[in-house]
């Protein structure tokens, strides 16, 4: 069953088509890959799922029922989250006051804290922590409202290969526990190893999708990659 349609959805700036038609869906329970080059569209995609943006034309169902035009507040009170390519955690407030100014639901924080190895750093101020170690901070104040989706913009990249590893033990951890996973990744490796489906962009257009073997030996996906 899809968490997540798309059916037809385009977005323009200007003269520039960022969005061209893209339909695929998101099955439940899966981690669905967002790849494609630089520019492709994957963050506008991402704005215009959680309202950001609206689509020019198209649907977006979410959980059965069309949410397009809906504002991102309303969104992710349906159980929609996100998290943005700059992460958007309070540096001057601690790990814990960051999670419960999402909402004051204390043995959920101390849940994901002591899930993502941030327990013990709970009353230190969010700027203190690694550039790592706030990319997780920003995965489970997401994870703070429940949701049943979570679309995460680069949630590993420039991280050094332990933190890195350690995010992605995260997100399996909270997809093995029912959440569903859409996740831009640039890193190849990372989709093989940890995506169960692909979708791949290019030009705002979707030019493959399917397991991730089929989809990194698709002509068309090592065309956008390595041009010829
Ligand atoms: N608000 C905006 N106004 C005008 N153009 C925009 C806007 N947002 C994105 N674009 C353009 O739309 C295209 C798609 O951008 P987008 O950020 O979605 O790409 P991306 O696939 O996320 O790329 P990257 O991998 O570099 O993050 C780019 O050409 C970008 O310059
Ligand atoms: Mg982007």
């Keep these: 069953m899809a968490i997540l349609e798309l059916l037809e959805v385009s977005k323009r700036f200007g ?7 893209c339909s695929f869906a998101v099955e439940e329970r ?8 630089n520019g492709a569209g994957k963050s506008t995609l991402f704005n215009l799922i959680s309202g950001v943006l609206r689509p020019d034309r198209g649907r977006i169902l979410f959980q059965g029922e ?7 507040h309303q969104i992710a009170r ?5 998290t943005f ?21 204390a043995p959920r924080a101390r849940a994901l804290l002591e899930l993502a190895g941030l327990w013990p750093l ?21 994870m703070m409202l429940e949701p049943r989706l979570v679309l995460l913009d680069e949630p590993a990249a420039g991280i050094n290969p332990t933190m890195r590893n350690r995010i992605l033990e995260v997100i399996q951890l909270l997809n093995a526990q029912g959440t569903t996973f859409l996740i831009i990744e640039h890193d ?6 940890h995506c169960h489906w692909v979708i791949a962009l290019n030009f705002g257009e979707v030019i493959a999708q399917g397991p991730p073997e089929a989809v990194r030996t698709d002509e068309e996906v090592l065309r956008a990659y390595f041009g010829g």
């Design 85 to 105: 390519q700059l992460s958007r955690i309070f540096p001057k407030l601690t790990l814990w006051e960051n999670l419960m100014v999402v909402t004051e639901d």
């Design 188 to 193: 190849m490796d990372v989709i093989m190893e």
């Design 30 to 37: 899966t981690i669905t890959g967002l790849i494609g080059p």
């Design 66 to 72: 069309e949410i397009q035009g809906l504002k991102p």
């Design 78 to 82: 349906r159980g929609l989250g996100r």
């Design 122 to 142: 709970r009353d230190h101020y969010a700027y203190e922590l690694s550039f790592g170690q706030q990319k997780l901070l920003d995965l489970i104040r997401v």
């Design 15 to 21: 003269g520039l088509q960022a969005v061209n038609r």
